[in-house]
């Protein structure tokens, strides 16, 4: 198995020292923000912090780098002036992904806020849709991440994924994230033989196993159902070991990014932890 097994970095001191942190805890692959996470805007990439972040992931070898969007955006909002922000700072993150050459950009869908599911499904896909059409040359992929449904969050459901990228013109340029801890906390538990393979059979006939293309490994602080977004080391929540061992075991995932969102301390010895307990479970043939 080739899985490439790896964690979200910080950027702090700019986007290529994600790499110097990734190499430190022993990542094959790995996510950042391509920005503050906790602004709108952001100054503009230079060449020169270009080459140098190409010239970090040639050296490090680590790959593929998979973006997140900051939290801020939220495209499924009634309000007419956060979804405008939330529309330009997603073309802002496309185009910081297109120049860094990252593929795929994870977003969480967004919340209705009380509009209601079906008024917020819109909402999103008239907000790629324009996105797309701004940017028709770019080839990074909004990638949906699975939600756990806290609150108005949408995309707890694979059949409102399903419904984002069917009512989007361009969904050859729409891909899905699976997170485990969202996915178990929103009803879907894949923890025994018969449960994972029934999940795995529900997305494929939803959505397509052909769109999914990350994986988000979070043991999960809550049970199955509880639509609770809390995440939890590795064999140390409700998710368990043995699911990740089907995860990481599963032929048809081999070559997907496999990231972790667990919590760390400014040493990130977590994440060698974690790091260590899912490669463990890999079964050489």
Not at 270 to 279: G, T
Request: proline share 4%; aromatic share 6%.
């Amino acid at each position: 198995m080739a899985v490439r097994l790896g964690a979200h970095m910080s950027i702090a001191g700019g986007v290529d020292r994600a790499f110097d942190r990734g190499e430190q805890v022993g990542c094959d692959a790995m996510q950042i923000f391509t920005k503050n996470s906790n602004q709108w805007h952001a100054a503009p990439l230079t060449d020169e912090v270009v080459e140098r972040y190409h010239r970090r992931q040639t050296e490090t070898g680590i790959h593929p780098v998979v973006a997140h969007s900051s939290y801020l955006l939220n495209l499924a909002t009634p309000d007419d002036d956060l979804w405008q922000k939330s529309l330009n700072a997603l073309v802002l993150e496309l185009e910081r992904c297109e120049r860094l050459s990252i593929p795929y950009l994870v977003i969480h869908p967004g919340s209705h806020m009380g509009s209601g599911e079906a008024a917020g499904v819109a909402r999103i896909a008239a907000a790629l849709n324009l996105a797309h059409e701004r940017l028709p040359d770019v080839c990074v992929k909004v990638t949906l991440e699975t939600t756990s449904g806290q609150g108005d969050h949408l995309g707890y459901r694979f059949e409102q994924i399903a419904e984002m990228i069917e009512a989007t013109e361009a969904r050859d340029r729409l891909a899905v994230c699976f997170d485990t801890c969202h996915a178990l906390t929103a009803g879907y538990d894949f923890r025994t033989p018969e449960g994972y393979a029934d999940v795995f059979r529900q997305f494929d006939a939803i959505i397509g196993l052909d769109r999914l293309t990350v994986f988000h490994l979070n043991d999960s602080v809550k049970d199955a159902g509880s639509r609770r977004d809390r995440h939890a080391h590795i064999g140390e929540g409700f998710v368990g070991l043995e699911a990740f061992r089907r995860l990481l075991n599963d032929p048809r995932f081999e070559r997907i990014p496999m990231l972790l969102e667990t919590p760390k301390s400014e040493d990130m010895h977590e994440d060698v932890d974690n790091l260590a307990r899912l490669r463990a479970l890999i079964e050489v043939a």
